[in-house]
């Protein structure tokens, strides 16, 4: 990596830059005949589409040598440097007024995530890290929680919205862990749920059939408050299938358990 590259200095523009785009979008209201349906449980807006155009466009002026893997296509990517950009995440919440939605934004360095910034519009939170720079929230540190046992352990995860194939393991692991936690919740972003971890209101995440502007943000984010990522087995956690981010001391129990429901 060019050690002239000033990631801190990078990560601040785009906070700016990912701030205005977040209020912005909390202001617009979308009518029923403007939402698009890519399948039943997968929607988008014209927010969507604004967002993420006006996030490339700004990110493309803050740092031109990376190219983009962004939810809605705006960009090409490029062969190092890539911004990984969920415009919208939630977009389901955010078109039911649901206040549970965020933009996340990554930069990765040979798919490697360098910066990781997620922003809650509704909280006004702001998540941000830099690889070995630690992580913070509206610029006070934060780490993951210490709480170092599965059964008083409160966990998030999430649903897939059109990969069904693995439904049954899916559920039975659901229903095990109901029984070895302090309880399961289901924000419906993503992106949040690896926020919230890395500030310690969960313990541990899990879920299958992600995409990585889904977690590129949050798995730096993670790492940088202490905590660990990792696949349900030994695959990419961004870039492939599956994914456990956790406060690092439940990790092994958990991805045990997935083991036991989803086989390699």
């Known amino acids: 990596m060019n050690k002239e590259i000033d990631l801190l200095h990078i990560a601040k523009q785009a906070e700016t830059l990912i ?3 977040g209020d912005w979008m909390k202001l617009q209201r979308v009518a029923a005949y403007q939402i698009e349906i890519k ?8 927010v969507d589409k604004e967002s993420e155009l006006r996030l490339v466009q700004g990110l493309g002026e803050i740092f031109p040598a990376a190219g983009f893997i962004a939810e ?3 960009g090409e990517k490029k062969e190092n440097w890539n911004w990984v950009i969920d415009p919208l995440d939630g977009t389901t919440n955010f078109l039911h007024d649901v206040p549970i939605w965020c933009i996340s934004v990554a930069l990765c360095h040979n798919n490697e995530p360098m910066i990781g910034i997620i922003y809650d519009p509704n909280r006004h939170e702001m998540f941000v890290a830099v690889k070995d720079n630690g992580c913070f929230l509206n610029h006070v540190k934060i780490e993951v929680s210490e709480n ?3 059964d008083e352990s409160l966990l998030v995860t999430g649903f897939p919205y059109d990969d069904f194939g693995r439904e049954d393991q899916y559920i039975n692991l659901f229903r095990s862990l109901m029984k070895k936690t302090r309880g399961i919740r289901r924000l419906g972003s993503a992106a949040l749920d690896l926020a919230w971890v890395a500030c310690g209101r969960f313990e541990a995440f899990y879920e299958y059939g992600l995409n990585p502007w889904d ?3 949050g798995t730096i984010i993670i790492t940088e408050a202490g905590g660990r990522v990792s696949g349900f087995h030994d695959g990419d956690p961004i870039f492939g299938e599956d994914i456990i981010a956790s406060n690092g001391y439940v990790h092994e129990e958990l991805q045990l358990q997935t083991r036991i429901f989803f086989h390699p």
């Open 19 to 21: 701030a205005h785009t």
């Open 148 to 150: 170092a046992q599965l």
């Open 72 to 74: 809605e296509g705006t």
């Open 215 to 217: 977690v590129a943000a």
């Open 39 to 46: 399948t039943p449980n997968n929607l988008v807006s014209f």
